[in-house]
């Protein structure tokens, strides 16, 4: 009887070690995946903000393309009222200076 008694205590036993192992398993894999995951996000991130800038730069440089092709198809008196309207830009846009300095 006594090694029967023996037995079962070794059964509990394995059977609370197996759980306490379980939750620890479990634990540490809930970290780590938890971390990838964090990982991954970051990582989008940052490509997300690298395609942002890329488009921008496209946008920009076919924006330029685009002027350059219509400013080349401009005839003189066109491009004489363009260089008027960029001068009056260009003053609206100067730093004032007082007179006082």
Partial sequence: ??????????????GIGAVVESKEFSERIL????EKGADTLRQGKALNEELKRNIQKTLQDDAESDVKEAVGKMDADQLASLKAYIAELEKKQAPRVDEDE
């Fill in 1 to 14: 009887m006594g090694t029967i008694t023996n037995e079962m205590k070794k059964l509990m036993l394995a």
């Fill in 31 to 34: 970290n780590e995946l938890a």
